[in-house]
């Protein structure tokens, strides 16, 4: 017979059955209805952020392509006030150097003046005179001290100016440089996207980094380096026009004094050569007037030595009418003419001497006056020379130093010539002279022989005169 094998253990009832069976059904199906619920959330949440991406995306991409923009006509901004302080830093350097070369300039004429002063130095006695054309130089030696000075001052204005255009230039050129880094570095933001090979998740890219700043600060920043920059080159474009301005008005002042005092040099040439030729004119007379003295003298001396013969005869018919014998020893006509001529001859030769002391005396005033005359003749034509050794020095203001030929004087050296020369020989060496390009005037320097002949120095002297050429 065979045995049930029964597994021991609980029993359910069929009615929990029915209900295990009826509830594993209701919560599948809200198992069902809720994985549902889920999938409808994640569709609509995955629209909506695919959206929100693709959206955050496009306005990333447009901030970044109006931020490129933005950096870009700042970048232009920057480029063209970098060419125009560039360009305006050219010019204050050439103005610079045109200061420069014109206080160079300013050293000839000072020079020159300072060597006509001391060329005036070597005038001698009355013609060391305070005159106009002394005026005229120390005049031009201020306006040209006044003038560097102020030259100088405006180059140290314009050093400084373009320190300050080469400060903004700098900021510039910083600032122009980070805007091409960041435009470069926004463009490689714009260009990627979610199939570039090179992107990856970083850490903590959200951070602001250090000396971070806001938008309104960059844009304040660009503006004042702009702005600046702006200041600079208009504060330098006034000071190149008052640099230039300056430049002409020290060259202008500069030119009104040269002519200034080049024309009281001319004036005073023509007063010296006006006192020169009154001088020689007098000299000439008074050579003449001791001449006339000196025949007047020997005419005198003559006839005082013809008036003594006849007082000696005189003198010697009455000595002999004394040897006359008693009665003849009578006082006759002849006595009485011949006493008569004796006092009368007396009296002539006291005046003849007296005149003759007058006349030598005159002819020592003459001599005397002379020395003066020639004295001052050789002081007037040094000063003459020397004056006008001063306006051939001026010239260097006026010619080009490669054209400059000093108009040196030629002289001929004294020549004291032998009265054995005959003057044949004189005039052959006179014109050898002029040929050579020297112009002589011949003087006689006389020496007085014991009664003041002048025809009795038998010396003569070429003396050379100067001849600009």
Known sequence: ?????????????????????????????QQRDASHQIRQECRILRNETNNQTIWDEHDNQTRLS???DSVDRWKEILDKCLTDIDAEIDAMTQMKEAAERALQAKNLPLDVAIECLTLRESRRDIDVVKDFAEDELHKEVEVIDCAKEAL??????????????????QQLNSDHRGKMEALEIDRVCLSLNVHSPNISLKVNPTHIPNGSCTIQQWDEYSHYNKDRAEAERKASADLREATALTIAETNNELEA?????????????RELERALNELKWQEKNTLEEIAELEEDIRRLEEDLRVKMKNLKLA?????????????????????????????????????LKQKLAQSQDAL?????????????????SNS????????????????????????SPVYLSILLLSPRLSSCSILQMFIKCLLDGRLLHRTLFPSRGTHGNLASSGRHCICGSPLWY
């Open 1 to 29: 017979m065979a045995i049930l094998s029964i597994k021991p253990g609980q029993r359910f009832r069929l009615p929990d059955w029915h209900i295990n069976s009826y509830l594993l059904s209701s919560n599948a199906e």
């Open 66 to 68: 109006e931020r490129i």
């Open 152 to 169: 100088q001052q405006k180059i140290r204005e314009v050093f400084e100016q373009l320190c300050l255009l080469q400060e903004a230039r």
């Open 257 to 269: 004094q040269r002519v200034a005092t080049e024309f009281a040099f001319r004036k005073r040439v």
């Open 315 to 351: 003198h010697t018919r009455l000595e002999t009418r004394t040897y006359r014998p008693s009665m003849e020893m009578c006082r006759d006509q002849v006595q009485y003419g011949l006493t008569d001529e004796v006092h009368q001859l007396e009296a002539t030769i006291a005046t």
């Open 364 to 380: 020592d005033a003459l001599y005397k006056h002379l020395a003066r005359i020639q004295a001052d003749i050789a002081c007037k």
């Open 384 to 407: 003459l020379l020397l004056d006008n050794k001063c306006l051939d020095t001026r010239r260097k203001l006026t010619v080009p130093a490669e054209k400059f030929v000093p108009e």
